[in-house]
């Protein structure tokens, strides 16, 4: 979060925590290489590799609507 608001960098963020950010970084790549070697999603690939979840249409919406718990209707039919 402040390195994406610009107020740290990488190697004040590893110094921090006793690391040394370009190990860091190599580190990383060895590891989202190996996810993608293996097919496995990471990070913004998870996002993207996720399946889009359907919209009810209209009258599908309108159907849960006429079974909802309260509705006379709907307890009738069931």
């Known amino acids: 979060m402040r390195i994406k608001g610009g107020i740290s960098t990488y190697e004040r963020e590893a110094a921090e925590q006793g690391g040394d950010w370009i190990l860091t970084l190599q580190q990383r790549k060895r590891e989202q290489d190996a996810f993608r070697e293996a097919g496995v999603p990471l990070g913004d690939d998870a996002a993207a590799a996720a399946p889009a979840r359907a919209q009810p249409d209209e009258d599908s919406r ?16 069931a």
Do not use: I, M, N, T
Request: charged share 60%; aromatic share 0%; proline share 12%.
């Open 62 to 77: 309108e159907d849960e609507e006429d079974r909802r718990p309260g509705d006379p209707e709907a307890r009738a039919a």
